[in-house]
C-alpha cells in the first residue's frame, strides 16, 4: 500500500516535471520569435505572454524579466550550435576542419535564422548585461577552449603565437561572414570565399 502511493507520487511529480519543462521550452520558443521579428528593445513580456498564449503572471513564474528569457535563448542556442559542430571536427581530417568549421557554421546560421537575427541584428544587438554576463562568459569561454584544442591538435600548430594568430584570422572572417549571411548574400558566394580563406590557412600553416 505504502510503496503504491510512493510509486503515484513520484509519477505526479515526474509529470509535473516534464510539464514544467514544456512550458519553459514553449516561453522560449515563442520569444524567440518574437525577438527575431521586433528586435530586443521593442519586445516586451506582455508580447511574449501572447506569443506563448499565457497568462503574465504564469511567465513571470518562469523568467522574472525579459533579459532572463533573452539569456536562456543565447545559452539554449549556443550548447545546441556547439553540441552539433564539436563532434563533427572531432572525427574531420586535418586538411578540411577548417572548410568544415566555417561551412557548419554558415549552414547552421542559415537554417536557424531567428536565433541568427537576435543575435547578429542591424543595430539592434543583444543588452550589454547579457552579452557580459558572467554565466554568458563562462559558456562561451568553455566552447572557445574546446574549439582552440581541437584546432591546435588537428592543425599541429607549432606554438601558441601561431596558433592565436590563426584564430585571429579565423574569428575576423567569421564576422564578415555574420554581416553577409545579414544581407542574405546566396550560400554560394559564401561558400566559394570559404575556399578561399581555407586555401590561405592550409598554406599560412605550411610556412
Known amino acids: ?31 524567440l520569435i518574437v525577438f527575431a ?3 530586443y528593445a521593442e519586445t516586451s513580456m506582455a508580447d511574449i505572454a501572447q506569443s506563448a498564449r499565457l497568462g ?15 539569456e536562456a535563448i543565447y545559452v539554449a542556442g549556443t550548447e545546441a550550435y556547439y553540441s552539433e559542430m564539436i563532434p563533427v571536427l572531432e572525427i574531420e581530417e586535418p586538411a578540411n576542419i577548417i572548410k568544415t568549421m566555417l561551412t557548419f557554421y ?10 541568427f537575427n537576435i543575435f547578429f541584428p542591424l543595430g539592434r544587438s543583444a ?28 592543425l599541429q ?13 579565423l574569428w575576423t572572417f567569421l564576422t564578415g561572414l555574420n554581416s ?15 575556399e578561399t580563406i581555407n586555401s590561405f590557412m592550409l598554406q599560412f600553416l605550411q610556412e
Open 1 to 31: 500500500m505504502v510503496e503504491n502511493k510512493l510509486n503515484s507520487r513520484i509519477q505526479v511529480l515526474t509529470r509535473q516535471a516534464e510539464e514544467k519543462a514544456q512550458r519553459r521550452q514553449l516561453i522560449l520558443d515563442a520569444a
Open 37 to 39: 521579428a521586433k528586435g
Open 56 to 70: 503574465k503572471a504564469t511567465l513571470y513564474y518562469y523568467f522574472p524579466t525579459k533579459e532572463a528569457i533573452y
Open 106 to 115: 554558415v549552414v547552421y546560421m542559415n537554417e536557424h535564422r531567428d536565433f
Open 127 to 154: 543588452p550589454l548585461q547579457i552579452v557580459e554576463s558572467v554565466a554568458v562568459r563562462e559558456l562561451l569561454t568553455w566552447h572557445r577552449q574546446r574549439l582552440d584544442t581541437i584546432l591546435q591538435s588537428k
Open 157 to 169: 600548430v607549432k606554438n601558441a603565437d601561431q596558433l592565436e594568430h590563426l584564430l585571429q584570422v
Open 180 to 194: 553577409k549571411l545579414l544581407r542574405q548574400v546566396p550560400i554560394q558566394n559564401l561558400m566559394d570565399e570559404i
